[in-house]
């Protein structure tokens, strides 16, 4: 990135781009908290101590050298900081990251062969392969591994070249079948409506990974609507429905035997941005709810508005897993049901697992550095 | 809980409790959403299609039983609904909860016996100690258990009564030893401020356990702060600074070899009530901060006001941890850090891991179910 003017402030130091006319300004304390000395050689962690400086470093002057610019304080200072570390560093605009994929929103018109499709034996062995699944799995919010070997730990073998699993109190993988005493819905052969799983958590699993060994069964179809889809759309038709459900907290809890784990948090959790981040629909293990009387009449409204979309074909797409395929989705923003089925004509058996969502940007951003 | 009274609207029932004289509004949806035909009977989970209902169910008349509040719709839905339920269950107000324990701030004055203190033992085979040992590490954010036997699984065993461990890119447990080739620098032997551990990840490790295996070198005291007392002290001395440390979420970032694991937060969490709910404090692994320009200096006023306010002895509390002693702390609240130590003089070893607040809240509310 070329430097086209350096202007020097006893406060800061003033830089503009080729990329961009307007004069970009790194304050002094900013500049000296982010020299290269400040950090330890090996770790690359910060080792500076940030009280051993004046609240604000007089800069004196400046020379920009080939991929430096030399900087002089008057405390005696010298930094050498790198250009492309001030190209990459602008305040208050923000930093390159190969994890930030913008989601790309769907509808129930995406065709079967929207869906992205990978092989199994692809990912194991090529990493190029491993990262274009993963940023078409994070753009879309879901994706299909096929050519499973028929063994419970095969789905898991592919989500572990992403990361470690996430354990829940449902163990660290689970097995979709229809239970005797089952402890959760999933685990009947009951409709499954559309929901995320494990809203009831601090920090819902990220990524579900639902490895198909047996669809045998009449019925057992499986929904997925894109649940930022619903809420961009409940935003441009229904902004006050939007509002109280990005504000109002609502409890969730899932309690057992083992368990009895709970949280409040919005249906629609938006970043720092307004942009959708998380979606949490889980009408099971919705708590009871306890805002106050008074906002309760209008909260149904708008949580009985969103119900009606995740019932609307319009967001829906169905398929029915075969064995041998899984299908990988974003549980924090793709909704996932099933169809009743009859467990006296078949066996159904889906093996799960999930990946958070750190694991997952942070193996995006390894691969990101291997070049090609 | 007795009921005085009982009012029906077409709306809303209205019940005053004997112990607050104002009524308490229940809206008619609400009570249909919560009517106990709404659960399944063996997952106990909401199985009632909400959208079955009217907007507004229409309440005719309600009869007062020894244990129920019998409703009539004007559906001809009838409902028998627990006064219990009713009564824990009032709009607006918090729902009761074993694990909400009110946090009991500290200081530097905190006597080395106010430190909750229990043995390994008795932790083992006594559900009323584990809960009494919990109750009091919540409240007080550490405590120290002793007597751990001289296996590296003596303390990870203690913390497993509380639920399973919480993997980060460190692994399920971690050693704190001197190591040639570090990544983190709590790998090396250099004085360690005040910090909690993982900041960068979207939530930080709850409880932390460091059990000590040996500690003969020459220096390498422990240091602990509750960072609750200072976020509450510096709301109290420097609003404008508490405001910025709550309000401007800054980087962190850590990465290696194998991990690059980034998030954006405040330094202070508040939750829903402005209470503060966490602190991230780690200067080794905040990243390039990238608000904008004309929010820095008054950002890296209040952040170094509150890292002035760690190192003031009037918050910290030293001492050194022999071997078969443990220490566990709400790492999402009390910040740790070591003296240096001259490894040349003596091993010192510390084995962690950490379980987190959902399985350490989870514990709690079981253990609340146990008479006793």
Redesign the interface.
Same mark, same amino acid.
């Given at each position: 990135m070329n430097l086209t003017g350096l202007e020097v402030r006893a406060?800061?130091l003033l830089a503009t781009w080729a990329d961009d006319g307007a004069p *970009? +300004?790194?304050?002094t %304390?900013?500049l000296r908290?982010?020299c290269p000395s400040a950090f /330890?050689p090996?770790?690359?962690?910060? *080792?500076l101590d940030? %009280?051993s400086l004046a609240?604000?470093p007089v800069l004196t002057h400046a020379e920009q050298g080939r991929e430096t610019v030399v900087l002089h304080y008057a405390d005696g200072h010298v930094s050498h900081i790198a250009l492309a %570390?001030l190209a990459a !560093?602008r305040? @208050?605009?923000? *930093?390159s990251?190969p994890?930030a994929i913008p989601p790309r929103l769907w509808r129930g018109d995406l065709a079967p062969g929207g869906i992205p499709r990978f092989a199994a034996a692809r990912l194991a062995g090529d990493d190029a392969a491993l990262e274009t699944w993963m940023r078409q799995t994070a753009a879309l919010g879901l994706s299909i591994v096929d050519g499973l070997a028929d063994r419970v730990d095969a789905g898991v073998e592919i989500a572990c070249k992403i990361g470690?699993l996430r354990?829940t &109190?449902f163990g660290m993988t689970f097995e979709v079948v229809s239970k005797p005493?089952? &402890? &959760? %819905?999933a685990y +009947?052969a009951v409709t499954l409506p559309l929901h995320t799983d494990l809203p009831n958590?601090? *920090?819902p699993p990220g990524f579900q990974f639902l490895h198909c060994l047996a669809n045998e069964a009449q019925g057992g179809g499986s929904l997925f609507a894109d649940g930022f889809a619903l809420a961009e759309d409940l935003r441009a038709r229904d902004p006050e429905a939007f509002r109280l459900l990005s504000e109002v907290?609502i409890?969730f809890r899932f !309690?057992?035997r !083992?368990?009895?784990?709970? +949280? /409040?948090a919005p249906v629609i959790t938006l970043d720092?941005v307004g942009a959708v981040r998380e979606i949490r629909w889980n009408? /099971?293990?919705?708590a009871?709810?306890?805002?106050?009387?008074?906002v309760?009449?209008a909260y149904?409204?708008a949580?009985?508005t969103f119900?009606?979309m995740t019932?609307d074909p319009a967001y829906q797409i169905t398929f029915k897993l075969a064995a041998g395929e899984m299908i990988v989705f974003d549980n924090r923003r793709v909704l996932h049901g099933r169809e009743a089925f009859d467990p006296s004509t078949g066996f159904r058996h889906l093996h799960g697992c999930y990946v958070?969502? @750190?694991e997952f940007?942070?193996r995006l951003?390894?691969l990101a550095r291997t070049p090609g």
């Amino acid at each position: 990135m070329n430097l086209t003017g350096l202007e020097v402030r006893a406060d800061a130091l003033l830089a503009t781009w080729a990329d961009d006319g307007a004069p *970009v +300004t790194y304050p002094t %304390l900013w500049l000296r908290d982010n020299c290269p000395s400040a950090f /330890h050689p090996q770790t690359e962690e910060r *080792v500076l101590d940030l %009280l051993s400086l004046a609240a604000q470093p007089v800069l004196t002057h400046a020379e920009q050298g080939r991929e430096t610019v030399v900087l002089h304080y008057a405390d005696g200072h010298v930094s050498h900081i790198a250009l492309a %570390l001030l190209a990459a !560093h602008r305040p @208050g605009r923000p *930093v390159s990251d190969p994890a930030a994929i913008p989601p790309r929103l769907w509808r129930g018109d995406l065709a079967p062969g929207g869906i992205p499709r990978f092989a199994a034996a692809r990912l194991a062995g090529d990493d190029a392969a491993l990262e274009t699944w993963m940023r078409q799995t994070a753009a879309l919010g879901l994706s299909i591994v096929d050519g499973l070997a028929d063994r419970v730990d095969a789905g898991v073998e592919i989500a572990c070249k992403i990361g470690f699993l996430r354990e829940t &109190n449902f163990g660290m993988t689970f097995e979709v079948v229809s239970k005797p005493d089952p &402890n &959760n %819905l999933a685990y +009947t052969a009951v409709t499954l409506p559309l929901h995320t799983d494990l809203p009831n958590q601090e *920090v819902p699993p990220g990524f579900q990974f639902l490895h198909c060994l047996a669809n045998e069964a009449q019925g057992g179809g499986s929904l997925f609507a894109d649940g930022f889809a619903l809420a961009e759309d409940l935003r441009a038709r229904d902004p006050e429905a939007f509002r109280l459900l990005s504000e109002v907290a609502i409890p969730f809890r899932f !309690h057992d035997r !083992h368990a009895d784990i709970r +949280t /409040h948090a919005p249906v629609i959790t938006l970043d720092r941005v307004g942009a959708v981040r998380e979606i949490r629909w889980n009408a /099971h293990i919705a708590a009871t709810f306890d805002m106050p009387a008074d906002v309760m009449p209008a909260y149904y409204r708008a949580y009985r508005t969103f119900m009606a979309m995740t019932r609307d074909p319009a967001y829906q797409i169905t398929f029915k897993l075969a064995a041998g395929e899984m299908i990988v989705f974003d549980n924090r923003r793709v909704l996932h049901g099933r169809e009743a089925f009859d467990p006296s004509t078949g066996f159904r058996h889906l093996h799960g697992c999930y990946v958070d969502r @750190g694991e997952f940007n942070s193996r995006l951003r390894l691969l990101a550095r291997t070049p090609g």
